[in-house]
């Protein structure tokens, strides 16, 4: 049971689509994370939605916009990604924005820029 | 499907105490990789430390060592002469070496108490 639904779950794309990752949660919760996990580091928090609102984002290159349109769903859009943006994306929910709140992840997106 | 299961919600430590986090996994698979994250107030992930199964020899990391019982399918953290900055939330999570499919627990916040 993860109670967090991404989709797709593998991505492939060329540097100049557009395409979009989503993350859905049935849990209830009010704050929902986008991670990425590259081989060149280790897991990178890139934002957060806290009721809707996107309270961090950390120095996350405008080619990477995201979307919470209610608490149960973040988007991630994508356009004119580099090669170095191939990695795992994880999406994550929590009750709230409180930092020490347990997150329940969902199984990542595998995204390959071609 | 495997799943991680940290059974600690919340632990508090006095400062220089050694303190053990315990996380259980489930699989099939024979080789895979297990990893400690630690996310502290600025959120942003760390790596802690990182787990070959194949390798018998339990990795450590300065303070930090685990615990790995392969056929208990356990893998404790222990944090050595802890210190404040080691307040954090602590995530045990588990990767087949195939599938880059990261799977994490829940998570255990830790307060280290001067």
């Known amino acids: 049971e993860t109670g967090v639904t991404q989709t797709p779950r593998h991505l492939v794309m060329g540097m100049t689509n557009k395409k979009s990752l989503k993350c859905e949660q049935h849990l209830g919760h009010n704050a929902m994370y986008w991670y990425k996990q590259s081989a060149k580091k280790p897991l990178e928090l890139m934002f957060v939605y806290n009721f809707k609102e996107q309270t961090e984002n950390n120095s996350v290159p405008s080619r990477f916009s995201p979307e919470c349109p209610n608490s149960s769903h973040l988007f991630l859009h994508l356009h004119t990604l580099q090669p170095e943006d191939s990695a795992l994306y994880l999406c994550?929910?929590?009750?709230?924005?409180?930092?020490?709140?347990?997150?329940?992840f969902g199984d990542g997106t595998r995204l390959s820029i071609l | 499907a495997q799943t991680v299961t940290q059974s600690q919600p919340e632990m508090s430590v006095q400062e220089a105490e050694t303190v053990t986090l315990s996380c259980t996994y489930d699989?099939?698979?024979?080789?895979?990789?297990l990893f400690w994250y630690k996310q502290p107030p600025s959120r942003q992930m760390i790596l802690v430390i990182r787990?070959?199964?194949?390798?018998?020899q339990n990795a450590t990391e300065n303070r930090f060592s685990v615990n790995f019982q392969k056929a208990a399918k356990s893998f404790s953290l222990k944090i050595s002469d802890s210190q404040l900055g080691d307040t954090a939330m602590y995530f045990c999570a588990f990767m087949k070496l195939r599938d880059d499919k990261i799977i994490f627990g829940k998570g255990t916040r830790l307060h280290i108490l001067p």
């Open positions: 699989t099939s698979e024979n080789n895979y990789y």
């Open positions: 787990q070959e199964a194949y390798k018998q």
């Open positions: 994550a929910s929590s009750q709230d924005g409180q930092i020490n709140q347990p997150q329940h």
